[in-house]
Each structure stands twice: as C-alpha cells, then as structure tokens.
C-alpha cells in the first residue's frame, strides 16, 4: 500500500482506490520545506503559430485533468461510505478535529446511541430523566423527552438506560426505567424487586410508542434489532431468558435454563452477554443460545471457566482444561485454537479469511477455514480494531498498528502515560491518546501505515472515554458529552 504521508517535496503522485492521509490534510506539525522546491521559467514562445499548435494539446490536458477529478471524487466518496458504513469506526476526517458542541452527559453504558442519523443523549437532570436528540454536525436539538422523574425523597434511585446497537439504531430507540420501591414500607413490599418499564420512543420525534414492564429479579437486558433480549431469575435460581418485541413486548422466544444459575449459597451468580449471533450465560453452568430461536448451542460444565467469543457465522470457546476450539453456527467443534479471538470494536471484514486470536503474551493469525496457523507475533499489546487490513493494537502506554497480512509491527508509540482509552480509526489515521509537552491530555492522528504524527489537538482535562457513535467522534468526560469533527 502507498505511504500515506503528505509529499515533502514535489513529486509524481499515483491515484489509490482510497484517499490518503494527504488528500484529507496536511500535517501541522511537520510543514513541507521550500527549500528543495524549485522552479524553471523560460520566455514563453511568442505569436498565434504556438496558440494553433498547442491547443488541442491543451484541451486534451485539460479534459484529462477534469476526468481525473470525477474519478478521484467518486472514489473519495466511495471510501466515505465504506467506512461510515462499519460500526465503530470515524467518518473520515478532512482536517484536524475541533469541538463541535457538547451537552451534559454521562461515562455509564446506554447514555448515547446512534439513532434515525441523529446522536440522541440520555441524561439525568433535576427534575427528570431526559432523553434528547441531536444533529451530529452542530449539535441542534432535534427532540426532548422527560423519560422518567428522579428519585424522591423515601424511595430507592430511579435508573434508566438506552441500550444502544453497534451501529444506527434506525426509527426506534428503546429506552428502560427502574422504579425502586419505597424505602420505608412494610415487609413484604421491601422484599418485592424493582419494577422495570421499557419505553419504546420514535427517534424521528421522540413520540412515546407504548410502554410495557419487565416482571422478576432482572439480571441483564440489551438490545438486539428492534427486539429486546430480557434475563430474570424464577424462585429456584433458574434463568429465564426472553427475546421481546420492543415495541410491545410481545414475547418472540422463551428459554428456561435447565439447571440453577444463581445460588448465593455457594456464591454463584447468573449472568448473561448479548453477542453478535449469540447469548451467553453463565453462573451454575455456561450455556450458548441462538440469538434468532433460543436453541441452545453449548453448554459447558459447572466451574469450567468456558469464555466465548463470538466469531463471524460462528463463535470460539477457550477453557483452562480442553483450550480453545472454533465452532460453527450450530454448535459442532471445528478445529483448536491456542487462545480465544479477538473480539473488536470495529471490523471492516478486510481479513476475512483469517482469525485473529489474542494468545496473551502474543498475537496470531489462523486460516478461518482449515485453522492452519498463518502467523504469530509476540506482543503485550492487545487487538482492538481492524481496517484495511491493519490491526490497532494498545495496552499500557502504548499503541500501534500490526500487518494482518504477515504479523509484523508496522509501529508503535509511547504516550508517556497509562492509556485511559483505546484508540480509534477513520479509516486513515490511528486517532489516540497522547500528552502535549506540558502534560495536558492531547488528540494525535497518526497515520495507519507508519505512525506519522499529522496532527494533535487539545481535549479536556478527566477525559474517560472517545469513542466513535454513529461514526461520530464523542469525547466523554465525568459530566460533559462533546463531539468533535
């Protein structure tokens, strides 16, 4: 692949099928030299015989030139819409990133989504739980709804929470409201649990759409298209895991775990994971649902250990005692693995014929079809994206990129600091954590193929989190919520 750093100097410049680094912007902490840039001018020929000779010349170029313009725009384009199109990756940005606007805002799961091309926000005011509905851009309020009142004096805090998905969430953002009962009361209302309310609001306009209630001892709920998977406890300690339409909550799918997974007794407690293609539960065993019909596609022994990852059409499983295995969508071993894939925020399928698996002290790669090893690399760092077939890895105080293709470290950095965040990637530039000289905490693009610092700007103090949401650049601090672009 060309190197995507802005030329130095003037030279011919071939045509990729994406834009470069250069296309986008120039790097402001390293300015071309002038220096080796020169100039030869000669008196021009003289008399219409020049003009009658050359301007067909000069048609022909100029025609040239245009169509070459087209072309580069299309594919400019192209490239834009590939990678907005790939949940958990950055619009490609066309110069170093600035604040937009920003409004209150929390670091907790479920507080901002993307949702009917807008950034809809979820925030607790004085009076109200609110959920509001942004232009991505300037940050207009499109909407605002007051989703539940907060805690009153006497009773429990109220929660609430909008499960988000990988990418838009489309027309429907579906949003959940824990009523706590009353802290003084009699006994048997002290032992009953939270009611919990699920509010399905249009993201075009925030109408709410009905409202329906999650009955039991809730362990976990997220969101799956416009449906919601639901897990509660029964009076044995059993699971029982529903698929609901959110809009209703009719019940698409129900599933009763056979064996007990929450026994405090013995310090077990039931959990469940919402995967791409997959539910995991685990506590008095691990069991592995199909997302689409519940059937049950694994079940690992009690204390095993099993973790799952999810895996294309498939899924992986590693265990202390049996290591890892890949399976197909059914449930049936195909062949071993020596650790558990990657699992990653954002994968443009550029690698689809390999697994990426994180082996702990080293990265390798094995064909997807036959498990044959590919390559291995011994790094401490940890895989965290995949675009145009390079790895973002980062851990500790560092970050870099790997070359899916053979294993090798194309480059890495030191911040000078432990990483509070992973980094991101709009498809160009690695966008990652860094310091400026004087210790303040600092956005640097660097470019993906070698590292190149293009740019850094200033992000505020405390920052917890930058993610990308609906391929928006969100910087989260404790309270404030602030794109940028």
Known sequence: MADRRPAARMQL???????????????????????????????????????????????????????????VSARDRAFVARIAGVPGLVRPLGAAPGPLWETRGSTLPGTVLAADGALVVLAEGEQAWTVASHDPLDGALRWSIDLAPVSRSGFEATAAVCPPLRGDAGDLVVCLVRHPPVLYSDDASIQEPPRVSVVPLSAQDGERLGEWDVRGSLVAFDRIADDLVVGTLDAEGRMIVQRRDARTGDVVWSVVTPVVMNDPAISVAATMRVLPGLIVLDGGATIVLDVDDGSTLL????????????????????????????????????????????????????????????????????????????????????????????????????????????????????????????????????????????????????????????????????????DAVGGYLVVRTENDLIVYG
């Open 13 to 71: 410049v071939e045509v990729e099928d994406a834009p470069t680094a250069a296309d986008r912007s120039r790097p402001a902490d390293n300015p071309p030299p002038l220096d080796d840039v020169s100039v030869v001018v000669e008196p021009p020929p003289t008399g219409a015989r020049v003009l009658r000779r050359w301007w067909p010349v000069a048609a022909v170029v100029v025609l040239g030139v245009v169509a070459a313009g087209v072309v």
């Open 299 to 466: 079940t690992g022994p009690r204390f095993g250990g099993l973790q799952v990852a999810a895996l294309g059409d498939g899924f992986a499983t590693w265990a202390p005692v049996g290591g890892g295995k890949v399976h197909d969508a059914g449930g049936t071993a195909l062949f071993d693995v020596q650790g558990l894939p990657a699992q990653l925020s954002a994968d443009d399928g550029s690698a689809s014929g390999e697994i990426i698996v994180d082996e702990g002290s080293q990265v390798s790669a094995v064909d997807s079809t036959t498990g044959e090893p590919l390559w291995r690399t011994a790094s401490q760092l940890d895989p965290r994206l995949l675009v145009a077939q390079r790895m973002v890895v980062s851990g500790a105080d560092r970050y870099g990129v790997l070359d899916v293709t053979d294993g090798s470290l194309l480059w890495d950095v030191d911040t000078g600091g432990v990483l509070t965040w992973d980094p991101v990637s709009d498809g160009t530039l690695v966008l990652g954590p860094g310091t400026s000289p004087d210790g303040r905490p600092q956005l640097w693009g660097l470019g993906l193929e070698d590292g190149v610092r293009y740019w850094s700007v200033p992000l505020p103090e405390g920052v917890r989190s930058v």
